[in-house]
């Protein structure tokens, strides 16, 4: 008998996410068909989920933040076995040979595969992916914990580490959400003085047990200026979904400082050309991080006792879960579970 797997799809734009068992197939070439245990859910999942973006090609699976373990292997790849436990992260294969992949650059590829968008996600019992994509996952991280550093963790820890930050400098988080949360652990972690900036005083409390030395309510106070009286920061990672606070943040920057963006929404920035030129600012964004990134961020996390927050859900209830998502209700990620979904 074939083997099957529930599956949850959206059959029209904007339509419920459905379950569906359907049989699954034996990958070919380089692909490699992943038994999946966890899929977190990530903001961008939310767009993917309308199933409304141009060449939206229907029925949509999301998910892009998977682990699990390989079931079957095609007939060209080689280095893995049946039975690894992997994940696949927003990276989900690229071309292998323009500028970007031969200098290890894989996420600027032209051809970058994204699954839930290239190719159907990982909100399902089972996933085919390119064996680029495949990420190791430590034995120290089970596969609840090891989901969401595909995208998140990742994205994060390499914000932090790619900056150039001088060694003891400051650190700046706005934003403590599924993002936020990370990157103050990694930054704390990386040993720098560390400053979360939200909104509300009742996150003083996680920010502060996550690592942060300080905390600015940004309800109570201006951050910009908050930060100048903590001595300014040498790098603000800007995790929230807005880009409407950017401009102020800037002024809690000190000279040589960089701003880097990793939440952003559809709009723009506006900033004095004279304030950076004058100050030496650095303001860029931030994507994530290739197969490697992300098996150096799981590593840094075992060793450094970093872990996601996480709520689980039952794969089937992948609606309600971007529902929550949507209104900014779980903290701080949440992680869909496959196993019990027969």
């Known amino acids: 008998m074939p083997d099957t797997a529930v599956t949850m799809v959206v059959t029209e734009p904007r339509g419920p996410l459905r379950h569906f068992v359907r049989e699954t197939t034996s990958p070919i070439g380089d692909w490699v068909r992943v038994s999946v245990t966890a899929s977190g859910v990530c903001n961008a999942d939310i767009g993917t989920a309308q199933a409304t973006g141009a060449g939206t090609s229907l029925p949509v699976t999301p998910g892009h933040e998977v682990a699990g373990a ?5 007939d060209r790849v080689e280095g893995w076995a049946v039975g690894d436990r992997v994940a696949v ?4 294969g690229s071309c292998g040979h323009c500028a970007y992949c031969r200098v290890g650059d894989v996420v600027h590829c032209p051809e970058r595969k994204v699954p839930g968008l290239s190719y159907p996600g990982g909100w399902a019992q089972s996933i085919t992916v390119p064996a680029d994509a495949l990420v190791r996952i430590p034995d120290e991280l089970d596969f609840y914990d090891a989901a969401p550093f595909g995208c998140a963790g ?26 936020g949360h990370l990157a103050v652990q990694f930054a704390a972690k990386f040993g720098y003085e560390t400053i979360a900036i939200a909104r509300g005083g009742d996150r003083e409390k996680l920010a502060r047990d996550l690592g942060a030395h300080h ?10 200026a908050a930060l100048k009286e903590l001595g300014g920061a040498d790098l603000i990672v800007c995790t929230a979904s807005s880009t409407a606070p950017v401009e102020a943040l800037l002024t809690g920057l000190n000279a040589h400082g960089q701003l880097t963006l990793v939440g952003v929404d559809a ?24 197969p490697r990134d992300t098996e150096e961020a799981m590593a840094f996390a075992v060793t450094h ?28 990620r949440i992680v869909l579970d496959t196993t019990g979904n027969d």
Not at 70 to 74: K, M, R, S, V
């Open 215 to 224: 905390y600015i309510d940004s309800d109570a106070q201006e951050p910009g």
């Open 305 to 332: 006792d970093v872990r996601p927050m996480i709520e689980r859900m039952p794969l089937k209830q992948a609606d309600e879960a971007v529902t929550r998502l949507r209104s900014a209700a779980p903290r701080f």
């Open 154 to 179: 990742v994205t994060t820890f390499n914000a932090v580490r790619k900056a150039g930050t001088r060694a003891g400098g400051r650190v700046a988080v706005f934003g403590i959400g599924g993002l």
């Open 267 to 290: 709009g723009s920035l506006t900033i004095p050309a004279a304030q950076l030129v004058m100050n030496g600012h650095a303001l860029t964004g931030h994507l994530t991080g290739g």
């Open 89 to 92: 992260g927003w990276f989900g």
């Open 70 to 74: 390989i079931a079957e292997l095609g």
